[in-house]
T-cell receptor, first 114, second 113 residues
Framework: EPEVTQTPSHQVTQMGQEVILRCVPI?????FYWYRQILGQKVEFLVS????????KSEIFDDQFSVERPDGSNFTLKIRSTKLEDSAMYFC????????????FGDGTRLSIL | DAKTTQPPSMDCAEGRAANLPCNHSTISGNEYVYWYRQIHSQGPQYIIHGLKNNETNEMASLIITEDRKSSTLILPHATLRDTAVYYCIVSFPRGGSNYKLTFGKGTLLTVNP
């Protein structure tokens, strides 16, 4: 069964550094998402992406965040200047986007900011 | 998107059916009900979804009341591996396709041997 894959599984970065989290969505999916989950808290929506542009973003997704689909298969989340509070699990999701079809999630990247 | 209410925790004996309730009394006519689960800190795993009718797949059954104000996820024969946090989410695909999922705290289902 096709799945969403995310790399790396764990990323350790110094505060203030840039980090790029990578995702390969399911191949025929058209809508892409990033969510995050701070330890012990709820899963939170960050951003949705369709047709090479952001469809919706949350208040969390400020100017430090950006997303890109650089080559037709990868979907990336960049954090320009990381803060301690960016430490979290980051989940990528995708959906084919027809008639309420479900989003499928990757296993996430654990981002640790030192 | 409509808000959902789930019990914080439930127990179930291994091999028995687990029935997880969800209240979504403010659901609107075009909103779907989605169920996901999360084991430890793994990514949320899709289980099942529905709009009006009851649904069944290889993992579970979803029973939606006629007025659509509540639903029940049924795991017919729970195993220890079904121990997880289960999320009931209501969402509307805007433009027919794009939607975000708003996760609550879910129900921690513990399956006991």
């Amino acid at each position: 069964e096709p799945e969403v894959t995310q790399t790396p599984s764990h990323q350790v970065t110094q505060m203030g550094q840039e980090v790029i989290l990578r995702c390969v969505p399911i191949s025929n999916h058209l809508y892409f998402y990033w969510y995050r989950q701070i330890l012990g808290q709820k899963v939170e929506f960050l951003v949705s992406f369709y047709n090479n542009e952001i469809s919706e973003k949350s208040e969390i997704f400020d100017d430090q965040f950006s997303v890109e689909r650089p080559d037709g298969s990868n979907f990336t989340l960049k954090i320009r200047s990381t803060k301690l509070e960016d430490s979290a699990m980051y989940f990528c999701a995708s959906t084919v986007g027809q008639g309420g079809q479900p989003q499928h999630f990757g296993d996430g990247t654990r981002l640790s900011i030192l | 998107d409509a808000k959902t209410t789930q019990p914080p925790s439930m127990d179930c004996a291994e091999g028995r059916a687990a029935n997880l309730p969800c209240n979504h009394s403010t659901i609107s006519g075009n909103e779907y009900v989605y169920w996901y689960r999360q084991i430890h800190s793994q990514g949320p795993q899709y289980i099942i979804h529905g709009l009006k009718n009851n649904e069944t797949n290889e993992m579970a059954s979803l029973i939606i009341t006629e007025d659509r104000k509540s639903s029940t996820l049924i795991l017919p024969h729970a195993t220890l591996r079904d121990t997880a946090v289960y999320y009931c989410i209501v969402s509307f695909p805007r433009g027919g396709s794009n939607y975000k999922l708003t996760f609550g705290k879910g129900t921690l289902l513990t399956v006991n041997p």
